[in-house]
């Protein structure tokens, strides 16, 4: 497509094929969720089973050593409250977004619509916080069920010296190994952001498809 035709896009266009993908797939959840009362339960079942899944996956490929030396206990028991915890800020917040998706679609211009979204980028940055306190509060509570009980001060201080270091020295191997395993714990709480960013990437494309078809025919 040349340079000229390109000049010629609209982003209005994509937003309202956009703002039809969200569309369908919040009429999906609604006509598919049932009561609230049998749904929550699948909900946070997921959420618990997906962050644990995402917990062993982090851990196998950032430190197998830990999974299965003389600590694996502690590991295999951190697990739980790492998933059910994780799993309650996950379900808390995907209400929140579909909240926040349903008043997005009622906007009629581009910067309120991608407002309203970009509360789910502010989730995902707290849920950074909430992960970091996932890990020391369950820290804690292993080392009480161990009968090794340490404050519960001291294991939230180990996290925050990972997260700063991590901060200062991103390019560090060691640091670059606690990154991905934060990002990969975390990535629950990410799906909306991702959600948003695939339709988003997928409106665009439909556009310029339909786009480049009409502009074929007119050169014919």
């Known amino acids: 497509m040349p340079t000229r ?8 266009p994509i937003m309202a094929i956009w703002k039809r993908s969200l569309g369908r797939l919040l009429d ?12 929550f339960p699948k909900l946070f079942l997921f959420f618990t089973l997906l962050n644990m899944s995402c917990y062993w996956l982090a851990l196998l490929t950032t430190y197998p050593e830990a999974a299965f030396g003389n600590e694996r206990m502690h590991y295999f028991l951190l697990q739980f409250p790492v998933g ?4 309650l800020f996950d379900s808390l917040s995907f209400f929140i977004t579909v909240w926040i998706a349903k008043r997005a679609l009622k906007t009629t211009s581009l910067a309120s619509y991608i407002a309203h979204l970009s509360v789910d980028v502010v989730i995902a940055i707290v849920a950074t916080w909430w992960v970091l306190f996932v890990f020391s ?4 509570l292993i080392s009480l069920i161990q009968q090794s009980p340490e404050s519960f001060a001291g294991r939230a201080h180990i ?3 990972r997260v700063n270091a991590a901060l200062q020295n991103p390019t560090n191997r060691h640091n670059l190994k606690n990154i991905y395993f934060g990002v990969v714990v ?4 990410m799906l909306p952001t991702f959600t948003h960013l695939f339709l988003s990437v997928q409106a665009a494309g439909t556009y310029l498809r339909r786009y480049a078809r009409r502009w074929r025919l007119g050169e014919e």
């Open 28 to 39: 999906y959840y609604e006509m598919n969720r049932g009561s609230l009362v049998s749904f």
């Open 5 to 12: 035709a390109l000049r010629k896009l609209r982003v209005r």
């Open 137 to 140: 509060f369950s820290g804690w």
């Open 159 to 161: 996290y925050e010296a």
């Open 84 to 87: 059910i915890l994780g799993a």
């Open 186 to 189: 975390g990535i629950s709480a």
